[in-house]
């Protein structure tokens, strides 16, 4: 127990952090008798990635994961980690981009003013758009889809195919007819889908 | 004689009573017709076949020959004549399900045959059961399995298949075994040995009812694949679990010591994953063949089946579980060949499975209720008949809530209370229970018939029972239902981003969750399985988003042409829509690697007919299919005529016409090799001249009808890159269009179309050597026409549907030329000097 509750410490702004991204609130009352096992497991990995011991992540960190470089969108993904202009990225933050896939938590209370959970349905989504949202302008353009398909389908389809793949999906979304998909359309194109099961990971629960 | 005039009269009393039951008068004509012939035959044409001929005959009656596939085939019929009449009445089937309708027509029938014969006549053999009629359903069953579905959630099917199927065995024989010992029912020649046979055979859940349940309600999709997926491992376990027990017995109570035991839960674990195991080795075997059966596709769809039968005869040879064989082998198949096979025969695979199996799960319930007619079997013994019905009621409930609440711990998506209940009470009891307990050995169960006869009263009780109030019970607990998700590209795309995010995610946590395994098994599989198993063309196109594009634009095309057609026109043809560009993104898809530049060349030369930009005309308001196709048609009358012409003039007509309508190893005719390469060749042939003459000089129309064609081949890297760059023909259109902000706004948003599209079908090499009649060459040949019928309709729309007129036209070409073109030679052309300033006064005039 003294183990945990000090490796806790040791961790900067650690109850801020789980306030904010809601890992492990279980009985709020004791919140350092129950160990914060993500937390500490999450601690724990980020000092692996962080070979040099700087306390935060740089972009090559993530590089480094061998498992990684073999994801199609695997770039986009580190990217998502970064906020525009920064080049690291400092454990509240990995915490707080990981927070995104924790399983939405039914029996939580609803507090009608608490701000929104950050694993909620839209912020899930938001995150899956700026994925394709390189450029930051809140819309998707043809180009940063067709980016994302050539990652993904790789060379079994031609560029002719791939582009014409691409207008088809943006014809699909797109409600108000600029060629683009705007966040909003993005959400109502996936209403149907469910989000919470979808982007949600098992062990952060 | 008197025996079958005897049977006659109940025959006819008991058409009476079914008349009064309320099943319909045909059904008791019919099925009471079909008695007659085959017990009447029986007794007349007794010894016919043997007597001498003293003449020759003319005709014979020879039944004997006939008899047995005859009588099959009547019986077939008569099933089936059977669910006929049970589907008949929508509001009967609403409220009983179809499985239990056919055991009471079972009952009735049976009823007549006892009637006729005062004995069971016809029965379900079990060697008939487990031979020709189970492996087609689990055949059908598997290969339709929802693929992924079932491998995602494949560890909590095994473990309600196995550990469940294994707990309702062990405890309902227990149980019955104590309060046997306990005097609850009277004195019977059972040991636990036997009880736990009993438990074993009793412990087969059925799906089908609630299966049927299921897919009317739409309940969500992990609980029927939990369902669906348990009852078809479930009965594989079943009969392995059932096998070793029998091993037991037979080996008798003092012989078994822990040696046995451990022995028996060895081969209970050899024979089933050694039956798994065979089926997917079946599976691979069958993959392969498909890869080169190219040749003989009529039969293509036959070795499937040949194959997964074999699966389960080989399995069964081996001692290995058959059914778990059969199952794996479909499952693991599926994806593959129906990659591999045409469409034809996956389509044709799936109807003939689904025939078969309907067909005998038809015969087999109504046997089972033909099973009732048996006097034998009825050994009845209230305490044994009650406490069964109530023990697999209350184990199946104990066990699935237990397990469910097991795999809850480490469920991302946890299963509900009401989804468990529902999978509780959907513990049907079935034909495997039934097959199992008719071919149980009555030299070593003396008590067989009280148990053949107990597991017929819980198969009807729970089909009938359970089965009505299902669907009830489904509505009142209001299980989840499936989410009725479109199939939509976005959809598709965003659930492969979604996968590669987790993946990350696990990647960048360490940890490896589910998306690890998935994800290693698509890279195993993407390099080698797919390798081994697909032919090089399915794997160019197996990518499901791909996949799914590919349906999308099939349905618009098919539902373009069903929508032109009721409206009696084949104008619709000519009618710009987004069908229109789909359908021949279709075709070209389709046909790219045989003649890819005609193809090309066809999609410019329609946008060129377009005048408009494909893509804006899906902008404007006009629906999808225009309603007034004729207004359009008008409008684009003038364009119409000419490219009719041209097609007229230079498209390939086809030879088809005398060639034979039927053959016999295809479903059609298809398109002939040699003409292909003959289209091929005319093109080039084309092509080469309007080079030469290109390259000569001779002509200038040549040469400036060259680069659209360049310019199409550098397509992609001709594509602006920034989408507001504003295009020359926006202005172009400034200057003389009525609704020029619109189109030129248009414009600016589909560059890539719009480079194409001006010109382009005019300036097709296919059609340029028949062009070379019109004398002023400078300008091309339509120019004049159109300048005609300019002055006779320039109306305002049909303006702005063509957003150059002949004069400008002349510039645009070299416009073009100068900005895009990568042919250095014709920039050279001198036509592009004169041009040069018009560009700059176009642009300037964007700016404006």
Known sequence: MGSTNSTLLKIPNVEVLMQETGLKLVAEENCLNVSPAHIIRLHDRFKALDKEGRGHLCPHDFGAIKELAMNPIGDRIIGAFFSPGKETVDFHTFVKILAHFRPVDKDRPKEPNSPEPINSRSNKLKFAFQLYDQDKDGKISRDELLQVLRAMLGMQVTDEQLESIADRTIQEADLDRDDTISFEEFRKSLEKINIDHKMSIRFLR | ?848
Not at chain 2, 370 to 381: E, F, G, P, T
Not at chain 2, 823 to 845: C, L, N, Q, T, W
């Open chain 2, 1 to 848: 004689m008197y025996n079958f005039s005897q049977g006659f009269l109940v025959i006819s009393t008991a058409m009476l009573e079914v008349d009064s039951a309320e099943v319909g008068l045909n059904y008791s004509l019919k099925s009471s017709a079909t008695e007659n012939i085959s017990t009447s035959t029986n007794d007349s044409t007794g010894g016919h076949g043997s007597s001498t001929i003293t003449t020759l005959p003319i005709v014979i009656w020879k039944w004997h020959h006939v008899e047995t596939p005859y009588l099959v085939a009547l019986w077939i019929l008569t099933c089936w004549l059977c669910k006929l009449v049970a589907e008949l009445n929508h509001n009967i089937t609403s409220v009983i399900p179809e499985s239990g309708l056919l055991i009471m027509m079972g009952f009735i029938l049976g009823g007549i045959v006892w009637g006729a014969d005062k004995a069971q006549t016809f029965k379900l053999i079990p060697v008939n059961f487990f031979y020709y009629l189970l492996p087609q359903i689990v055949l059908d069953a598997s290969y339709c399995m929802p693929n992924k579905l079932f491998f995602s959630n494949l560890g909590a099917i095994l473990v309600h298949a196995v550990i469940g199927t294994c707990w309702n065995a062990g405890t309902v024989g227990i149980a019955l075994w104590g309060c046997y010992e306990g005097g609850a029912m009277g004195n019977l020649n059972i040991g636990l040995l036997q009880f736990l046979l009993f438990g074993a055979l009793m412990s087969a859940v059925d799906p089908v009812a609630v299966i049927a349940v299921f897919e009317e309600v739409h309940v969500n999709e992990v609980l029927y694949i939990l369902v669906f997926g348990e009852s078809l491992l479930n009965d594989g376990v079943t009969v392995v679990l059932y096998n070793v027990f029998d091993a037991f017995v037979s080996l008798g109570g003092p012989k078994i010591n822990a040696a046995e035991i451990i022995k028996g839960i060895i081969s209970f674990f050899v024979v089933s994953f050694g039956g798994s195991f065979l089926g997917v080795v079946f599976a691979v075997l069958i993959s392969m063949l498909t890869r080169v059966t190219k040749n003989v596709q009529v039969i293509e769809a036959g070795f499937i089946i040949v194959l997964g039968y074999l699966s389960y005869l080989t399995a069964e040879m081996l001692s290995l579980s058959a059914i778990l064989s059969i199952t794996f082998c479909g499952v693991c198949c599926q994806k593959y060949i129906t990659a591999n096979m045409d469409e034809k025969s996956v389509t044709t695979l799936r109807y003939v499975l689904k025939v078969m199996a309907n067909g005998s799960e038809t015969m087999i319930f109504v046997f089972l209720g033909l099973s009732a007619i048996d006097q034998n079997i009825w050994v009845w013994n209230t305490g044994f008949i009650l406490l069964t019905i109530l023990f697999i009621v209350i184990f199946r409930f104990m066990g699935v809530f237990f397990l469910n609440w097991l795999l809850n711990q480490s469920r991302l998506i946890p299963i509900d209370l009401t989804d468990q209940f529902v999978m509780g009470y959907g513990g049907l009891r079935g034909a495997v229970a039934y097959g199992l307990a008719a071919s149980l050995d009555e030299k070593k169960i003396p008590e067989k018939n009280l148990m053949l006869g107990t597991t017929l009263i819980v198969v009807y009780f729970t089909v009938i029972l359970q089965g009505i109030t299902m669907k009830p019970l489904v509505q009142w607990l209001k299980v989840k239902k499936a989410t009725q998700s479109d199939l939509t590209l976005n959809g598709k795309m965003n659930n492969r981003v979604f996968e590669h995010v987790l993946t990350a995610m696990e990647d960048i946590c360490g940890r490896m969750g589910d998306n690890w395994w998935t994800r290693h098994w698509n890279y195993f599989e993407d390099k080698y399985v797919c390798w081994l198993l697909m032919t090089s063309d399915a794997r160019k196109h197996k990518d499901p988003i791909f996949g799914v594009f590919h349906k999308l634009n099939l349905e618009d095309a098919k539902k373009y042409v069903n929508e032109g057609e009721s409206k009696g026109s084949l104008a619709f043809i000519r009618n710009y829509d987004n069908a229109s560009v789909d359908f021949k993104k279709q075709l070209a898809l389709e046909y790219a690697d045989i003649m890819p530049d005609i193809m090309n060349d066809m999609s410019e030369y329609d946008f060129g007919i377009d005048n408009v930009p494909v893509t804006s005309v899906m902008k404007n308001p006009l629906p999808s299919v225009s309603l007034n196709v004729h207004e359009l048609d008008r409008k684009s009358m003038l364009n119409d005529l000419s490219a009719h012409h041209l097609l007229d003039q230079h498209l390939y007509k086809s030879r088809r016409d005398n060639r034979p309508t039927y053959s016999r190893s295809h479903y059609n005719t298809s398109e002939n090799p040699d003409e292909m390469q003959e289209i091929f060749q005319r093109t080039m042939r084309s092509r080469l001249e309007s080079f030469k003459s290109a390259k000569m000089g001779v002509n200038p129309a040549k040469k400036l009808s060259k680069h659209p064609k360049k310019d199409s081949t550098h397509k992609p890297n001709g594509k602006p890159a920034d989408p507001h760059r504003t295009h020359p023909y926006g202005d172009e259109d400034f200057e003389f269009s009525a609704d020029s902000a619109s189109s030129s706004e248009i414009a600016g948003h589909f560059p890539r179309r719009n480079t194409n599209a001006p010109g382009a079908g005019v300036d097709n090499p296919a059609f340029i050597p028949e062009m070379d009649m019109s004398p002023p060459m400078r300008n091309p040949p339509w120019q004049t026409e159109t300048a005609n019928n300019m002055a006779v309709a320039p109306s305002q729309t049909a303006q702005g549907r063509l957003p150059w007129t002949p004069t400008n036209l002349r510039h645009l070409a070299p416009l073009r030329m100068s900005t895009r073109s990568t042919d250095s030679f014709a920039m050279a052309d001198a036509s592009v000097d004169d041009e040069a300033p018009e560009e700059k006064s176009g642009s300037h005039h964007t700016r404006l």
